[in-house]
């Protein structure tokens, strides 16, 4: 296998948009791997050179630049251009290269097919790893070995946290938890902004509000080791303001709501998965 040590991992990355982007510049921060030993392959010549220019790294707009001497390629594209792309790809890599695809809802057997290539990982990132506060989680090909599986660990621990999944189904799942998860919190913060500027906040004002409310609370969840529903009840005193809009919330069975949404965006990421 050519594996080199940790901090010459050598990358390619097809794709510099949000995610492409974030994963490149999180290894690169995290001095995983060098800039000399990233490249960076974008049709887009002005995304293409920003990113270059931020990471001191070489980039390109053919695949004919991926040499060998690559561990890891990063399949970062929109699904629309998945075929087109993986069949150019075909020619371009080496039977010991790790493909790594973040792609949703296309899964390793028809990478594998429209590639020619058997060690594929699929990755379900989400875009806190632009801060590196990522949350991904993978599962490989079967031709994908144990040493390989800590390079992709190391990968993606540098954009914040990642674990293995035992199945190809839980890509599905976590793409309706963790892939999709930040824009439901997102649409939370948009209701209490919206809600505490009626109440007569500035916007500014709103914004700082919710937005340390959220994260302090994350915070205070992480650290505390206790479960989301034991915090919720110390914050809910019996009769008062935290349980007047709790029963709201039921009343309007907005738990089962969100429970319904979520189990919505797994049906969709399985319906995109079938060939």
């Not at 990471?55 to 060998?68: G, H, K, P």
């Not at 594998?112 to 699929?122: E, M």
């Not at 915090?231 to 303001?241: D, E, I, N």
């Not at 949404?261 to 060939?275: D, M, T, Y």
Request: proline share 3%.
């Amino acid at each position: 296998v050519h594996l080199q040590c940790e901090t010459s991992m050598k990358l390619a990355v097809i794709g510099t948009g949000n995610m492409g982007g974030a994963i490149a510049t999180a290894v690169i921060q995290a001095e995983l791997v060098l800039p000399k030993n990233l490249l960076l392959i974008e049709p887009d010549q002005e995304k293409r050179e920003y990113l270059g220019n931020q990471l001191s790294c070489a980039t390109s707009n053919q695949f004919d630049d991926l040499s060998e001497n690559f561990d890891l390629i990063l399949l970062a594209i929109k699904p629309q251009i998945s075929r087109e792309v993986l069949t150019n790809l075909r020619d371009h890599l080496h039977s010991h290269q790790l493909l790594l695809s973040i792609l949703a809802g296309t899964s390793i057997e028809s990478i594998q097919r429209l590639s020619d290539h058997t060690k594929v990982v699929r990755i379900m990132p989400n875009t806190p790893a632009q801060l590196a506060q990522g949350m991904s989680v993978f599962h490989a090909a079967k031709e994908v070995n144990w040493t390989e599986k800590e390079l992709v660990k190391q990968l993606l621990d540098s954009c914040g946290k990642c674990f293995e999944v035992r199945s190809e189904i839980m890509i599905d799942a976590a793409t309706a938890i963790s892939g999709s998860g930040p824009a439901y919190l997102f649409y939370l913060g948009e209701q209490m902004v919206i809600e505490a500027m009626k109440l007569g906040f500035s916007e500014s004002e709103a914004t700082q509000l919710v937005q340390q409310t959220i994260f302090g609370s994350a915070q205070l969840w992480l650290n505390s080791g206790e479960s989301p529903g034991t915090l919720r009840q110390r914050v809910t005193s019996l009769g008062g303001t935290t349980a007047a809009a709790i029963e709201k919330f039921n009343d309007l069975k907005i738990g089962s709501g969100i429970q319904q949404g979520i189990h919505q965006a797994f049906l969709r990421a399985v319906e995109l998965s079938k060939p």
